[in-house]
């Protein structure tokens, strides 16, 4: 936790396989070199324990208490964490934006500034798509949008196969999940959390 006085940047995420949980730590460090201060939750499970034994999902980080609505509601900033379920928001993920229809009626979310990182099996599986098709969740809550764009130069980049995209950082798992992040997709993660929290920083310093 930094102890910083920048923007306070929620980075709220679900990750079965440990891939997405990576990459929030690369995205922490780039919201504390920006001179944000950082908390990380992780998205409520939604699955039982007998099923998640059955497709091997990785133990959860403890130390990253369940996220609610009212962490979503104090942030500054807020950055997801998503993987991809055929080239959309894995349902965890829908299901905690599900609950947050108190906070819709008070427009509590409302201009606040909101990222979004994925992680998919291949390339073509959904690093757009994904982030695209989460977007209405913010439309319908008043938030902005903050994509990364080509800010990053390490986007142009074709030496290896890795996620990301103007939508934001991204990482392959591959067909199996047996990938992990890279370094250069790590790098971009980084990145994308010093320019949400630099654009958090300038719309909190111009406000009345």
């Avoid at 379920?85 to 906070?103: C, E, P, S």
Wanted: a neutral charge.
């Amino acid at each position: 936790m930094s102890e910083s006085k920048g923007p306070n940047v929620l980075i709220v995420y679900y990750s079965m396989y440990k891939h997405i949980e990576t990459m929030a730590g690369a995205v922490s460090k780039g919201v504390e070199a920006a001179g944000g201060t950082v908390k990380i939750c992780r998205v409520p499970e939604t699955l039982p324990k007998e099923v998640l034994e059955k497709m091997h999902a990785a133990p959860k980080n403890e130390d990253h208490k369940e996220a609610t609505p009212d962490d979503l509601a104090a942030a500054d900033a807020i950055i997801f964490g998503i993987p991809t379920r055929f080239g959309m928001a894995a349902a965890q993920v829908k299901a905690l934006i599900d609950r947050t229809g108190g906070l819709w009626m008070k427009g509590a979310l409302v201009g606040k500034p909101a990222g979004i990182f994925v992680s998919t099996g291949t390339q073509n599986g959904g690093q757009e798509t994904t982030a695209l098709t989460f977007v209405t969740q913010l439309v319908h809550h008043g938030m902005i949008f903050v994509p990364i764009g080509y800010a990053c130069p390490k986007l142009f980049d074709l030496s290896e196969p890795h996620g990301g995209s103007p939508y934001g950082a991204g990482t392959l798992a591959g067909p199996k999940g047996d990938r992990k992040p890279s370094a250069l997709e790590l790098e971009v993660a980084e990145f994308q959390g010093k320019h949400i929290t630099g654009i958090a920083a300038k719309l909190a310093g111009s406000k009345p």
